[in-house]
């Protein structure tokens, strides 16, 4: 694909394969944080 140059494009895509996954810390009391759901993000950039 050929843009001009004063365009951009990106695409983003966040825990890709849907993983479920935990962070865990331990300090006094144990406690989880789940990661976020696969999810997609995209955005044009147009300079002029």
Same mark, same amino acid.
């Given at each position: 694909?050929?843009? *001009?140059?004063?365009?951009?494009?990106?695409?983003?895509?966040?825990?890709?394969?849907?993983?479920?996954?935990?962070?865990?810390? @331990?300090?006094?009391?144990? @406690?989880? $944080? *789940?990661?976020? *759901? $696969?999810? @997609?993000?995209?955005?044009?950039?147009?300079?002029?």
């Amino acid at each position: 694909m050929v843009m *001009p140059e004063n365009v951009s494009l990106r695409f983003n895509v966040d825990n890709l394969f849907d993983k479920e996954v935990l962070s865990f810390a @331990f300090v006094d009391s144990a @406690f989880y $944080r *789940p990661l976020s *759901p $696969r999810n @997609f993000q995209a955005s044009l950039t147009v300079a002029f």
